[in-house]
């Protein structure tokens, strides 16, 4: 589970905005401040009926009809420490509730419907702390630029040096920072699945609730920029605990911008990223040739003595501005396979395009439209695993006749009066759980979103 940035894809709501700009939080946030005080909660209800099913079991998503509730409340916290022309600190501290639960108690599908579920439901609502961090900002030379479109919980800054390095250091989000896309990150004003909202190849460091310890170093230029995060594993797949022995497990990535656009006169964004696993995982294939062998009684990705492992993938993340009221999206993302999905889900291909289409043309420029198709897949060691009668942190129907998993995702986003918003969601998942013997599967939600 992670809890995007907030209100990524809202109007500027700061008391310097233009007039006409309409308001899209309940409090205004001014720019002058040295300090930042806001809120939000999300609220997800989500059901489908029944579908058919050949078989099913321990981790597989239920065929009979179902419907569930989840509930995100955070607090967030800000305040600049010291500012100066070329060098700016800051501390954020967030806190956080997540409480209801997702659809079969978020097991089944990779691309998991609802980004806010944690996936072990036993943690239950009781607050947490989901952010505690430094930020420094060092500039190089005197040209500035105007970031005030970027001043919220992360960023207090309204101005900052064109080339300069940035540091984050705490308790975050991973993907706070990497894999970020302005039509598709934020599950509270976009598009809420697993792998649509993010890279669902990119196995990203986090404990259960999405967030890690550690350190991300960013140099920021013109039209490019590059970054790299050191961050914490869990001690297990899908575990609330990290390790906090690098030398036993560690989560590596990098990611290069390019801010380019195809089209003439429009914005444009591109991102590679690459990512090093390091941590006590098992590996598909031994697991399946210890289940042959008459070893284990099915094959147990967990049965083997304490080991560091590496996975490694990439991904590919690009957005495009196509007129002043539409956007495309897309990503592509590939990891080895080999080794057991850790930290975010079961997947180890994915390609997704989509995009997002405002309401100015019907008089609601606050409202919006998105539509987006997701295919996701796994290796063959993975797949034999699963057929054979293997569990994963979130997938094992018991047995397997493989296909991609392919999902198709809209929304239509309802700016209802300052920061109140209300969301329709549709949903076609075909091969739940990669599985020809499942689905599809039709699933409706509607959201309700508040930003104070």
Excluded: C
Aim: charged residues 20%; proline residues 4%.
């Amino acid at each position: 589970m992670h809890v995007p940035t907030p209100n990524t894809d809202a109007a500027s709501t700061s008391a310097s905005a233009h007039e006409s700009q309409p308001v899209t939080t309940m409090f205004p946030h001014p720019d002058s401040t040295w300090w930042w005080v806001s809120g939000q909660a999300n609220i997800i209800f989500q059901g489908y009926p029944s579908f058919h099913s050949d078989y099913e079991s321990t981790n597989s998503f239920r065929s009979a009809s179902e419907y569930k509730t989840s509930l995100v409340g955070t607090l967030y916290l800000g305040a600049r420490v010291y500012h100066s022309t070329h060098t700016n600190t800051e501390f954020f501290y967030d806190e956080e509730s997540a409480g209801g639960r997702g659809l079969s108690q978020a097991l089944g599908l990779a691309g998991f419907t609802n980004l806010d579920v944690v996936r072990n439901p036993s943690l239950g609502p009781i607050p947490y702390m989901a952010r505690a961090e430094l930020h420094e900002t060092i500039g190089f030379g005197s040209e500035q630029e105007d970031v005030s479109d970027e001043r919220g919980p992360f960023s207090l800054a309204t101005t900052a040096p064109v080339r300069r390095l940035e540091f984050r250091v705490g308790k975050m989000s991973t993907v706070d920072t990497f894999d970020l896309n302005g039509v598709g990150s934020d599950s509270h004003l976009q598009f809420s699945d697993w792998t649509v909202d993010n890279n669902g190849a990119y196995d990203y460091a986090a404990d259960t609730r999405g967030y890690s310890y550690g350190a991300v170093a960013e140099y920021h230029d013109k039209n490019w920029s590059a970054r790299y995060g050191l961050m914490l594993m869990p001690t297990v797949a899908n575990g609330i605990d990290l390790q906090w022995n690098l030398r036993l497990a560690r989560g590596e990535q990098a990611e290069e911008e390019i801010r380019r656009s195809i089209l003439r006169g429009r914005t444009g964004t591109v991102r590679l990223l690459q990512f090093w696993n390091h941590a006590n995982m098992g590996d598909y294939r031994t697991a399946v040739n210890q289940y042959l062998a008459g070893e284990t009684r099915v094959p147990e990705i967990t049965a083997h003595p304490r080991l560091v492992s590496v996975k490694y993938g990439f991904g590919l993340n690009a957005e495009q501005e196509v007129s002043d009221h539409m956007r495309v999206f897309g990503r592509i993302g590939w990891n080895e396979g080999q080794h057991e999905s850790y930290a975010y889900t079961e997947d180890d291909e994915t390609f997704l395009v989509g995009g997002d289409y405002d309401g100015f043309q019907w008089g609601r420029p606050s409202d919006k439209i998105g539509l987006a198709f997701v295919t996701d897949a796994i290796k063959k060691d993975h797949q034999k695993y699963l057929a054979n009668g293997g569990l994963g942190f979130i997938l094992g129907d018991g047995k397997l006749n493989y296909a991609r998993e392919d999902i198709i995702e809209f929304y239509y986003n309802v700016h209802a009066w300052r920061g109140l918003y209300f969301a329709l969601q549709q949903f076609y998942v075909a091969h739940p759980g990669y599985n020809q013997d499942r689905g599809a599967v039709y699933i409706g939600g509607v959201r309700a979103h508040v930003d104070f």
